[in-house]
């Protein structure tokens, strides 16, 4: 089983930490979906990071398809997402908007990376707001569940995801999203970040 993509992308991030979680070995592959574009084309024509390279030779894209799978191959109470459906729907609603989070951070990267000519400052205020609309609502959210973790005594899917747009965040628009205005966040991801998966799995610092 291979993983390919670099670990600053936080679908790649969520993916190999949730792998980890859930005890199913995986040979990593760190391919830039932009410097070694073609290497990752032979892989994968569709060039999508992550990609998860099954040892039949099937191919998977998108983390949290990737992530349904690995769940799927280990026991109820060993899973990730609670199965119990109320509970499902509360850890669903926090990786949803998290997963957005990191879409709009993203959105944000490849915007800057056009030339200045053809870059849109209103496109880049458009999903900047939805970036902080995102962060806004998973402070609150966060916040109405307490201290600990987001699905009860055990790290599961919902902190996992939520600190992982939250480094990536951080890392790539810090100036857009005021870290002081999301205390929850900030000690959340603090403490995931001391995880073995996490550390096993950094996020690059530059
Ligand atoms: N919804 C996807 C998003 C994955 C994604 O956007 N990956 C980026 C890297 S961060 C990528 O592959 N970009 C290259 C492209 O879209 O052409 C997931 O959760 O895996």
């Known amino acids: 089983m291979q993983l390919i993509g ?6 790649v991030r969520r993916t190999a930490i949730s792998l980890q979680m859930l005890g199913m070995p995986f040979e990593h592959r760190s391919l830039s979906v ?5 290497a990752f084309h032979q892989i994968n024509p569709l060039v999508k990071a992550p990609t998860l ?7 998977l894209v998108d983390s949290s398809l990737i992530i349904d799978y690995a769940e799927s191959t280990v026991a109820p109470e060993k899973r990730l997402l609670p199965v119990e459906p109320t509970r499902r729907r509360s850890a669903l609603r926090l990786v949803g908007v998290a997963l957005l989070a990191a879409e709009k951070a993203v959105q944000i990267v490849y915007e800057r990376k056009r030339p200045d000519a053809l870059r849109s400052e ?3 205020a458009r999903v900047s707001g939805q970036l902080n609309s995102a962060c806004k609502l998973l402070e609150q959210q ?4 307490g201290p600990g973790w987001l699905q009860g005594e055990n790290p599961g899917q919902a902190d996992i995801t939520v600190a992982v747009a939250w480094g990536f965040i951080q890392l790539v628009t810090a100036e857009l999203v005021d870290a002081a205005d999301y205390p929850t966040l900030v000690a959340l991801a603090a403490r995931a970040e001391q995880l073995p998966a996490f550390q096993a799995w950094p996020l690059p610092s530059d």
């Open 142 to 145: 966060a916040g109405e569940i």
């Open 34 to 38: 932009f410097s070694d574009f073609d």
């Open 6 to 11: 670099m670990l600053d992308s936080p679908f």
């Open 122 to 124: 209103s496109w880049l």
């Open 53 to 59: 390279v099954c040892d039949d030779g099937m191919q």
